[in-house]
């Protein structure tokens, strides 16, 4: 790839990386990005571009829809390969992953590429984004169907049902028009629920929700 795309500065390309890595399902700050790979601005984006062409990255945008509130703009970053990003953050066993303070932000990149692969798998293109207003109220995924709201998706690494985990869904329910059957928690159980707040689904269940 960087033969290809004529990378030429390979270490600063490896620190990108580890840099892009690092921020694994989290809203991109390109100011951030930029001066902890020491890079500017236009590199960043002319690297982001090659990562996103070659499929080892992507980001997923913010859902507006013309909603009445201040929305945050910037994208979120993920990496098609889960284990790929772990490796940058030399996470090198299934024991440094689950003590490692990136746990959340891998499951949620792992969920994110689950959901994508489930839908190429019937043939369609996924509409997916995410929610963050002003205020700081964030839910992880907006899965969309022909222009409305399928699935609103929080993910938990955590093996236990919570019901907290549907408090933020709970609050834009009336924004976003969501009901109880649209209210989704992907966490690391095994088991599924459907509760009053909404359904909670492991991994293995999600095939069967997007179906």
């Known amino acids: 790839m960087r033969d290809e795309s004529g990378v030429r500065k390979l270490s600063q390309f490896r620190r990108f990386l580890v840099q892009c890595a690092i921020r694994t399902g989290e809203v991109l700050n390109y100011e951030s990005l930029t001066r902890d790979s020491g890079i500017d601005g236009k590199t960043a984006e002319e690297w982001l571009s090659i990562l996103e062409t070659s499929f080892i990255a992507f980001r997923i945008y913010p859902y507006y829809n013309n909603f009445g509130k201040r929305l945050v703009k910037s994208p979120k970053l993920y990496f098609y390969d889960t284990g790929l990003a772990a490796n940058l953050l030399e996470l090198e066993s299934t024991d440094e992953v689950m003590t490692s303070p990136y746990r959340g932000n891998l499951f949620e990149n792992a969920i994110t590429v689950e959901i994508i692969k489930q839908y190429y798998a019937l043939g369609r293109r996924p509409h997916l984004?995410?929610?963050?207003?002003?205020?700081?109220?964030?839910?992880?995924?907006?899965?969309?169907?022909?222009?409305?709201?399928?699935?609103?998706?929080?993910?938990?690494?955590?093996?236990?049902?919570?019901?907290?985990?549907?408090?933020?869904?709970?609050?834009?329910?009336?924004?976003?028009?969501?009901?109880?059957?649209?209210?989704?928690?992907a966490y690391g159980g095994d088991d599924a629920y459907d509760t009053r707040f909404g359904r909670t689904v492991p991994v293995s269940a999600l095939a069967e929700l997007l179906a």
């Open 129 to 185: 984004y995410y929610w963050r207003d002003y205020a700081k109220q964030e839910i992880d995924f907006i899965v969309e169907k022909g222009g409305r709201i399928r699935y609103a998706i929080e993910v938990k690494a955590s093996a236990d049902f919570d019901s907290h985990a549907f408090a933020t869904m709970n609050k834009l329910s009336e924004t976003l028009g969501l009901t109880q059957e649209q209210r989704v928690v």
